[in-house]
Structure formats: C-alpha cells, structure tokens
C-alpha cells in the first residue's frame, strides 16, 4: 500500500469512528463519512468492501490506541495504582461534561447498538473491553496487597467497567453528571471498604 492510499484509509477510519462515536452507526452514512474525510466513494470500497467492514477497522483502531488515548494521560501524571483506576473513570466523566452529554463511551455505544445484528461486531466489541479490563486488572493487582486475599482482581476489573458503562448510560439519560458522579463515589466506597477488610 502507497503513502497516499495509507494516508487516504487512515481518514476514511478516523472520519467514521468521529461520526460513529458522535451519531451512532445506523445513523451515519457512507456520503458523510466521504464528505468528512475528503475522499471519493471508489477509495472506500477499495478498502472497505461493505459499511461493517470500516466499523471492524474503528474497533481495531480503539484497540491499537487504548493506551495513547485513554490510559498514558492518567498514567502519566498519577502513580498510585487504584487513583489511576478512578483517574481512568474521571476521564470519561470530562468527557460526558465536555460534550454535553452527546457522546459516551465509544465503545460501549456501539455494544448497545451493534451486538444483536452484527456476530462480527459484537466479537471485536468483547475484544475492546477485554482489553480495558486487562489494563485495569493490571492497576488492581499493582494493589493487591492492600484488598483481602484471595479478591478476584478480574471480577473486581469487570465490575469497574460495568460502574462506568452503567453511569455513562445514565448520564446520557438523565442529562446530568451526578449519576455518573455517585456511582463512581460507591465504587471508591467499596474499594475503601474493601481495604479496611483488610486490616
């Protein structure tokens, strides 16, 4: 593949994931992904036969930029494992507020959207949270001294993303931070209470 037909895909992905995470995927349409990424038709079926096929390409896109886009800027500035776990969760409570409720998770748009009509989709969608549970997992376990033994650092990452997937949704809902804000409060709680167990 040449430079320019790189430079060319990269666009038409980037465009997509931008509309797709902004309006949702049945409600974008092949000429405003052309329009938004300057290229003609003939260049997006050369790369992306069907619609889902340039979807598959976005969810392989969050995966190869979880890291740089969601985890470095935390990590970056906090060193304790579990304030990175809540520094993660305060970037998507920004981000809500940021874009006045219209955009959540990208991600987790898509499952609530894609996972009953497209099997394709709904596998590279289970990769995307694998993943973002991985890296949490990997936080809790950096702490597992301060939990009781035997905590099941995998659960308690599951249950980490079901706390913010949930209070993203809610927050949409209701157009409003504070359910965002509380259950993200319960979670510090139990994680506290979970370490006063502890000792």
Same mark, same amino acid.
């Given at each position: ?16 994931r931008r509309l ?18 300057d290229a003609g ?18 969810? =392989? ?18 060193? =304790? ?31 609530? %959207? ?37 905590? =099941? ?24 931070? %504070? ?12 994680? %506290? ?7």
């Open positions: 593949m040449s430079q320019m037909q790189s430079k060319t895909r990269d666009k038409l992905i980037e465009a997509a797709f995470w902004q309006q949702g995927y049945d409600n974008t349409g092949i000429a405003q992904i052309l329009k938004a990424a038709s003939g260049s997006l079926y050369y790369f992306f036969p069907t619609k889902e096929d340039l979807l598959l390409a976005v969810l =392989d896109w969050y995966l190869a930029n979880l890291s740089a886009m969601v985890l470095e800027p935390v990590f970056g500035r906090l060193t =304790d494992p579990l304030e990175r776990v809540f520094g993660v969760l305060d970037g998507y409570c920004r981000q809500l507020l940021a874009t006045d409720f219209r955009a959540g998770c990208p991600v987790g748009n898509l499952a609530l %959207e894609m996972t009953n009509s497209h099997p394709a989709v709904r596998v590279k969608i289970a990769e995307n949270f694998s993943q973002w549970r991985a890296a949490i997992q990997r936080c809790l376990d950096e702490a597992a001294d301060r939990f009781p033994a035997g905590t =099941d650092t995998a659960a308690l990452a599951s249950f980490v993303l079901t706390t913010m997937e949930g209070a993203v949704m809610l927050a949409r809902a209701y157009h409003a931070i %504070e359910p965002y804000q509380t259950a993200v409060q319960c979670l510090r709680d139990y994680f %506290e209470l979970q370490q006063k167990g502890k000792s």
